[in-house]
């Protein structure tokens, strides 16, 4: 993790990563759709990842648990963050990414 990248593209990068699961051509129509429907971009919502969390649940229902688990998974790796996120009592997509960017943010002053 460098300190000059910031949680907004640490996010990004991870929904980015996460959203291939899918492979090109889906991963693709699915933005596409999403970014179409909901005129966002699923990489900027980091401040409202309840936005995210609603349009992949209208788009491809089940299988946004995947995409969100996955998504979580690939941001706390890149955060240098190993364990398992599910033992603290978080349940929500929402939740997961407010406490990541509280754990990024404190990280980053740790190594200022």
């Given at each position: ?7 907004e593209?640490?996010?990004?990068e ?9 492979g ?7 933005t ?8 966002i971009?699923?990489t ?5 990842p ?5 349009a992949?649940?209208h ?12 998504i979580i998974?690939?941001?706390?790796k ?8 599910s033992?603290?009592g978080i349940v929500?997509f ?10 990024y943010?404190?990280?980053?002053m740790?190594?200022l």
């Amino acid at each position: 993790m460098s300190k000059n990248i910031s949680f907004e593209e640490v996010y990004a990068e991870s929904v980015d990563n996460a959203i291939k699961i899918l492979g090109d051509i889906v991963s693709k129509i699915v933005t596409d759709y999403i970014t179409h429907k909901y005129s966002i971009d699923i990489t900027k919502t980091a401040d409202k990842p309840y936005i995210l969390d609603e349009a992949l649940s209208h788009v491809i229902d089940g299988g946004k648990l995947i995409i969100e688990r996955r998504i979580i998974t690939i941001l706390y790796k890149k955060m240098g963050l190993l364990e398992n996120l599910s033992s603290t009592g978080i349940v929500s997509f929402e939740e997961r990414v407010n406490e990541a960017r509280e754990r990024y943010n404190k990280l980053l002053m740790r190594n200022l």
